[in-house]
């Protein structure tokens, strides 16, 4: 069993930074595809960015992509997402996922593992 605990939410300023980290226990993070996704209020749980078990694999939202930026420490099992010039729209509850796969994955169906989750808010 894999146990997820995000951390690093809080208030931000828009156009300031915030990381958020994700420390994994049960497994390593370089055996899953390791994912953040996020929910606003009345909105759908949706993709933010993902990265495989090689290094070098990531993807990103279209509305992240430049902004955000995700990492694995592979050291404190821990994967961390960068989030630069956020926007009040980034607001939202942001979720760490992990999935029995070496890819990274935008589906969150894939996805067999849950954080219980860390608001960010981004004022303007």
């Known amino acids: 069993q894999v146990q997820l605990v995000e951390s690093g939410g809080g208030l931000v300023q828009a156009g300031g930074s915030l990381r958020l980290s994700c420390a994994a226990s049960g497994r390593s993070v370089t055996s899953l595809g390791m994912g953040w996704l996020r929910q606003a209020p009345r909105k759908e749980r949706e993709f933010v960015a993902a990265?495989?078990?090689?290094?070098?694999?990531?993807g990103y939202a279209d509305s992240v992509t430049g902004r955000f930026a995700i990492s694995r420490d592979n050291a404190k099992n821990t994967v961390y997402l960068q989030m630069n010039k956020p926007r009040p729209e980034d607001t939202a509850v942001y979720y760490c996922?992990?999935?029995?796969?070496?890819?990274?994955?935008?589906?969150?169906?894939?996805?067999?593992?849950w954080g219980q989750g860390t608001q960010v808010t981004v004022s303007s």
């Open positions: 990265i495989g078990w090689s290094g070098g694999s990531e």
């Open positions: 996922a992990a999935a029995n796969g070496p890819l990274w994955y935008t589906d969150r169906r894939v996805y067999d593992y």
